[in-house]
Each structure stands twice: as C-alpha cells, then as structure tokens.
C-alpha cells in the first residue's frame, strides 16, 4: 500500500470527528445566542419597566408575570386550580377538533361527490376560508357570548 493510500485511511475517520466537534460546537453556540437574546430582551423589559422607559400599566415587568404565574400554579386563580382549567381547555379543544373533523369530513364527502354543489358553494367557502381565523373567534365570542 502506498503511502498516500495509509494517510487517506488514518484522516477519515480524524476527518469524521472534527466535523462532529465542529457541529456540536455550532449547535452549543446557537443554543447560547438563543439563551442569550432572551437574557438581553427580558433584562431590557425589566429595567426599561423599572426605570419607567416602559409603561407598566401596558407592558408589565417579567418579574411581575413570574411572580403571578407561580402563584397561580400554587394557589390557583379565582376561578379555581389552574391544572383544572388546562383540563378544562384541553377537553374543550379536543370536543371540538372532533366535532370540527367529523363535520369536515361529512361536508367534504358530500361537496367531492356533488359537483353542482360544489360549484355553487365553492367561492363561499373560499371567501370564509380568507377571514384571519381571529376575526372568526371574535365574531363567535360576540355572536354566542363569553359564557358559553
């Protein structure tokens, strides 16, 4: 074997590693740039809050928000424990992705297999399909109501 041959064997796998070194090491500093945007933007908010630069009446403080939040996951809310209503919203939302799927797919059954149907319907449900689906909910929440 020659000599070259013998270089080329022992660099491959010499090769392999530095490129996983290489790689970790870029994974480790986005990680880091990620942990440190968020340290520079959340410590602004505070001492921008805190120096009233920010309005505390619009934008409250982080420390405020942590502090609230670690008293709703101890004490609960008024409402009751947070953990029930997470269950709550979660059955709620599970309820209606069912029933939204169930509907959907009875609906886009009946539309595939009836062409006039389809044509007639067709640029009305695009047209509902172009309203921002937060436009939606607020029309659900003012035509249904809040305590529903």
């Known amino acids: 074997m020659s000599a070259l041959g ?3 064997v022992r660099t491959g796998p010499d090769l392999a590693g530095r490129r996983r070194r290489e790689a970790r090491r ?3 500093n986005v990680i880091g740039g990620r942990v440190l945007v968020a ?3 959340l410590g602004g908010w505070e001492l921008g809050a805190r120096a009233t630069v920010i309005d505390r009446f619009f934008w409250s403080q982080p ?3 942590a502090a609230t939040l670690w008293r709703w996951f101890t004490e609960g809310t008024d409402l009751g424990p947070l953990w029930l209503q997470v269950l709550v919203t979660m059955e ?3 309820g209606g992705f069912v029933v939204g799927s169930v509907f959907g ?3 886009g059954v009946v539309l595939g297999r009836n062409r ?3 044509d007639v ?3 009305y449900i695009k047209g509902a399909n172009a309203i921002p689906r937060v436009v939606v909910g607020a029309l659900f929440a003012v035509s249904l109501g809040l305590d529903i």
């Open 6 to 8: 013998e270089q080329a």
């Open 92 to 94: 709620e939302t599970v």
């Open 116 to 118: 006039l149907l389809s």
């Open 26 to 28: 870029r994974q480790l």
């Open 105 to 107: 797919v009875i609906f």
């Open 39 to 41: 340290v520079v933007i």
């Open 121 to 123: 319907l067709g640029p």
């Open 63 to 65: 420390s405020d928000i």
